[in-house]
């Protein structure tokens, strides 16, 4: 049902029969008169093209509503502002690197604490959990270590101390989980990335299945702007109808480069969790990754994930650029990985141009 429910996504109900929802450009709705509305009243606080956007994807999420917003760290910012000084979230010991960022700033700003934790380790989170501890942010699939967690232990914690359980399902997407229906609080997802699909939209969304909270975020959303667009609410649309499709593909793909990287010589580390399009390789030593990424032909040197074609990441210097080399060092994230977020391009072509990239990319042939 899950195909047929995305494939059929905001489809309209109006007298016209249009099949593709309309873009609603205007900012401003009339009034008939003092207290009557139509439901709109100014663009930033509800918009009909975001609203369709919104409606359909709490229903694929399984919650009560969804918050478009103008970026995934948007999404996040969201997030937090629910939390106040002295309040403690246990988060992803290895995470993106966008979000470190966002929290060392909440952290110095707002006096709110971020306590990273191995949420590979049930008892090392149990043990961190104090009486200020108000959730825990984690991605089930890390980056960029694609790290797997099991999400169901969690759920009972956070019931037991009445905390949130907030999930970052940016890489598995609703297609391939549902964190809501198995107990989260909170689902958040970069929609830049398999959710928009194409390399062409910048958005966040964040789907609650609680409606006091779903009230609370409501007003933030509001209050603070950071809505998204109606031509970019229509693009996430258009990206879900075949969000099953892609999802597919790029899966399919990036399991079999796993599987054949892990023959290679030259690859040190294939991190892959089984799921997903998105894979980091660690280059050996006397491999460089500078040679690889010059060599590439079908793939593309690019700092995003979640679209049509393969995109091969730098860690180090990109999406963990602003934090600081003790912390990476710490975390694995050296000058020898690469993320492959993979595309949905025939595997030969993937395959093959990785493997002559790294023949290439040997200290010895470089020239």
Do not use: W
Not at 44 to 52: D, H, I, L, S, Y
Not at 187 to 214: P, Q, R, W
Request: glycine content about 6%; charged content about 20%; overall charge negative.
């Amino acid at each position: 049902m899950k195909a047929t429910e995305l494939a059929q996504v905001a489809l309209t109900k109006d007298c016209t029969g249009a099949i593709a929802n309309p873009i609603y450009l205007s900012t401003a709705y009339e009034h008939q008169g003092l207290g009557q509305s139509t439901g709109y009243d100014y663009s930033r606080t509800k918009n009909p093209t975001r609203n369709a956007f919104e409606e359909a994807f709490a229903a694929i999420e399984g919650g009560v509503a969804s918050f478009a917003t103008a970026s995934g760290m948007a999404s996040i910012q969201l997030i937090c502002s629910l939390f106040k000084p002295q309040d403690e979230i246990l988060v992803s010991y290895d995470l993106y690197g966008g979000t470190f960022r966002l929290f060392q700033y909440y952290e110095q700003q707002y006096d709110i604490c971020f306590k990273y934790v191995h949420f590979e380790n049930v008892q090392e989170v149990e043990s961190a959990i104090t009486s200020k501890t108000r959730a825990f942010f984690i991605e089930p699939i890390s980056n960029p270590l694609m790290i797997k967690i099991n999400l169901e232990p969690y759920y009972a914690l956070a019931r037991q101390h009445r905390i949130l359980t907030i999930i970052d399902n940016t890489f598995l997407t609703p297609y391939l989980s549902t964190p809501l229906k198995d107990g989260a609080d909170i689902v958040l997802h970069s929609a830049t990335k398999y959710i928009g699909g194409h390399n062409d939209v910048l958005a966040g969304v964040v789907t609650v299945k609680d409606s006091i909270l779903a009230e609370e975020l409501s007003i933030l959303h509001n209050m603070i702007g950071a809505t998204l667009s109606p031509f970019d609410s229509y693009l996430l649309q258009r990206g879900l109808k075949t969000l099953h499709l892609r999802v597919e593909r790029s899966q399919e793909n990036a399991q079999r480069l796993a599987e054949r990287c892990s023959t290679l010589d030259g690859i040190k580390d294939v991190l892959y969790s089984g799921q997903t399009g998105m894979l980091s390789l660690r280059l050996q030593e006397g491999y460089a990754v500078c040679a690889l990424l010059e060599h590439i032909k079908i793939c593309r040197f690019a700092e995003s994930l979640g679209g049509t074609e393969t995109f091969i990441t730098f860690p180090y210097t990109q999406t963990h650029v602003d934090m600081p080399d003790d912390e990476k060092d710490k975390r694995g994230i050296d000058q020898q990985l690469i993320r492959l977020s993979i595309g949905i391009e025939s595997y030969d072509d993937i395959e093959n141009d990785l493997i002559q990239a790294l023949s290439k990319s040997r200290e010895d042939v470089i020239v």
